[in-house]
């Protein structure tokens, strides 16, 4: 495709896009959605294609040369984890006969599962303890910035408070000495002070970044309009 | 065994299986200077390995099978005469088609994707902004004010001017400070939430595979 062809469906597809702005009337509407459809068999065309480029065909490439191994059972295991992959995915197409429900359904546990673990070791290595780590710990050279100090208080009370404000209880029956005490309840409110704040900041990086797309988009369309 | 007693049991074996093989595998000075700690790393790294290589080839076949399935419901949502569909198949066959004749050719890309996809995210500025202005008008309490007035502050910070040095100062201390430890408590709560769900499917309470 020439450049000239790449910026004319550029230009068309962003003002297509670009219609939603005008509100919902039906011709409007109709442009804005062709886009949005064009868009989802788009993307579905690409991720079939990198998953079969990326993933399956590599692996398949893999299995066929017998000097190479994911592992060190050798390239017969290869074959077997392969195969054993594509059986299971041809099991999750059995989901709908209900007698073979126990099999697809350990198919998923194996998948969930397997994904589940990666998820709490990643988190417990890679999050929990690191944060945990670095919020807890006062650098040595500290004590001659009070400053400094002062800063690493209120990043260790914000962390400690907010992560309170997540604390949920159900209330107990009236009359039962119900809800928090006033100190729980301090501390939730200082929590949700560096949470609103938080929240907010991520709103306006939202916002920054969005509008720098837009910027960008609006000046293709006034560049393009010139030329 | 049931069908959920049978998959939580699968479940609990794989789990334990996969996270025992993730901690201790490939990690030596776990079993300090015992001889042979080499040799029985690498062997515990070998479940996890193997499973890990098993769940990444199921994911990208299941994600063959959700796109296949994608294509049936809109073939089906064709015959009934939903003109969309049409496009949106349309679209799929000539992008498979472009991609087989024009191997490494990225301009589709380049033309369509790209496009398409920065207007969508430009098109959220206008949601945001008007998401924030509403903000005032449903909750115009004590909350509502602190966050339109740090989102405010972080708006105005980012602004390159002189006369707004002061408020570039207030915004890089929030950014450092109240935003860092609120987006650290955020990050703790969700490590703690991935645990626990988690842990829920490892140990079969997990809805999603007992049928």
């Known amino acids: 495709m020439t450049e000239n062809a790449i910026a004319l469906v550029s230009f068309v597809l962003t003002l297509m896009v670009f219609s939603y702005m005008l509100g919902d009337l039906p011709l409007i509407r109709v442009l804005y959605r062709s886009a949005v459809y064009i868009f989802v068999g788009m993307t579905a065309a690409f991720t079939l294609v990198v998953s079969y480029e990326g993933l399956i065909l590599p692996y398949l490439q893999d299995i066929q040369n017998s000097g190479t191994s994911w592992t060190t059972l050798g390239n017969s295991a290869d074959v077997i984890i392969f195969f054993t992959a594509l059986l299971f995915g041809a099991l999750l197409l059995l989901k709908p006969v209900r007698s073979l429900t126990w099999l697809t359904n350990s198919v998923y546990a194996v998948v969930i599962v397997v994904g589940a673990s990666v998820a709490v070791v990643g988190a417990l290595s890679g999050t929990l303890f690191p944060l945990l780590h670095t919020t807890v710990t006062i650098p040595e050279d500290l004590s001659a910035d009070f400053g400094a100090l002062v800063d690493r208080l209120i990043i260790f009370v914000g962390t400690m408070t907010a992560l309170f404000y997540f604390h949920y209880q159900t209330r107990a029956k009236s009359g039962a000495g119900a809800g928090q005490s006033r100190l729980g309840r301090g501390f939730r409110h200082i929590g949700k002070v560096f949470i609103v704040t938080a929240l907010a900041a991520i709103y306006a990086s939202t916002i920054l970044t969005s509008l720098t797309i837009l910027s960008e988009r609006v000046s293709f369309l006034f560049q393009f309009g010139a030329t | ?211």
């Open chain 2, 1 to 211: 065994m049931g069908s959920a007693g049978m998959a939580a049991f699968v479940a609990f074996v794989v789990g334990v299986t996969t996270i025992l093989s993730l901690l201790l595998g490939d990690n030596p000075a776990l079993f300090g200077g015992v001889p042979g700690s080499d040799e029985l790393a690498r062997r515990l790294a070998l479940p996890g390995d193997v499973l890990l290589r098993l769940v990444a080839i199921v994911i990208a076949v299941s994600i063959v099978i959700g796109i296949a399935n994608l294509l049936f419901a809109h073939i089906g949502r064709l015959a009934r005469g939903k003109i969309y569909s049409a496009i949106l198949l349309a679209s799929f066959a000539f992008t498979i088609y472009w991609t087989i004749t024009n191997k490494g050719d990225t301009s589709l890309l380049e033309a369509v994707q790209v496009p398409i996809e920065s207007a969508l995210a430009a098109l959220l500025f206008v949601s945001l902004a008007y998401g924030g202005s509403r903000v005032m008008q449903k909750r115009a309490d004590v909350w509502g004010l602190l966050f339109v007035a740090v989102a405010l502050i972080v708006l105005l910070g980012s602004i390159p001017l002189e006369g707004l040095a002061p408020v570039k100062a207030w915004s890089d201390w929030l950014m450092a400070i109240p935003v860092s430890a609120g987006g650290r408590a955020i990050l703790l709560g969700i490590a703690l939430g991935s645990v626990v769900a988690g842990v829920r499917a490892l140990l079969g309470q997990d809805r999603a595979y007992r049928g």
